[in-house]
């Protein structure tokens, strides 16, 4: 369970699609990034944009805070190069569930078949999560509707309270008016 919810801090939202960069995945399936990348093109008709796109710069601005507080397991160390200008040699790759059920058949190791096991469990749980909150966002939303129309009979209520109450001081004050005429 543990590796699961390692390989849930890794998945990210990236252009409306949960993805998992290149160096992540290498450092799961225990290759190097540049094997990795190196096998993903080579068999570059298995990937179209659906299942892998490249990072542009401004999206591995916005992301890199988020991996770079991700805390590393002892087998899952980063494989990020560093260049001179202080940024990666060549921006991350981002693959989604299908370009990483994509990847089981170009490294096929069985350390990558059980790790992509692994991930594919990890993005079903997300998936169950997700649908939760749904369903949970569906119920407070009846229980508003509901609320607001216990609101509406709670102020006829009130509204009808006052009314009674205003009959009555009014029957008071006209009970306890000073009489006028002849007094017994």
Do not use: C
């Not at 591995?60 to 001179?84: A, H, R």
């Not at 009808?160 to 109450?165: D, I, R, T, V």
Request: net charge neutral.
């Amino acid at each position: 369970m543990q590796i699961i919810r390692s390989i849930q801090n890794r998945i990210y939202e990236l252009r409306g699609e949960r993805v998992m960069l290149d160096k992540d995945l290498a450092a799961l399936y225990e290759v190097e990034k540049r094997a990795l990348n190196q096998a993903v093109k080579r068999n570059i008709k298995r990937f179209p944009e659906d299942f892998m796109f490249q990072l542009s710069a401004l999206e591995w601005e916005t992301l890199q805070p988020q991996v770079d507080n991700i805390s590393e397991g002892p087998n899952l160390k980063s494989q990020i190069v560093i260049s001179s200008w202080g940024g990666n040699r060549h921006l991350p790759y981002a693959f989604t569930e299908q370009g990483i059920a994509m990847l089981s058949g170009v490294i096929n190791s069985d350390k990558a078949i059980n790790m992509n096991i692994a991930i594919m469990r990890a993005f079903v749980e997300i998936r169950k999560l997700t649908l939760q909150q749904i369903d949970f966002k569906q119920q407070l939303q009846e229980i508003k509707e509901k609320l607001n129309g216990h609101d509406v009979q709670l102020n006829e209520i009130y509204d009808a309270m006052e009314n009674l109450l205003d009959e009555k001081a009014a029957q008071t004050k006209w009970d306890n008016r000073e009489r006028i005429g002849f007094k017994k």
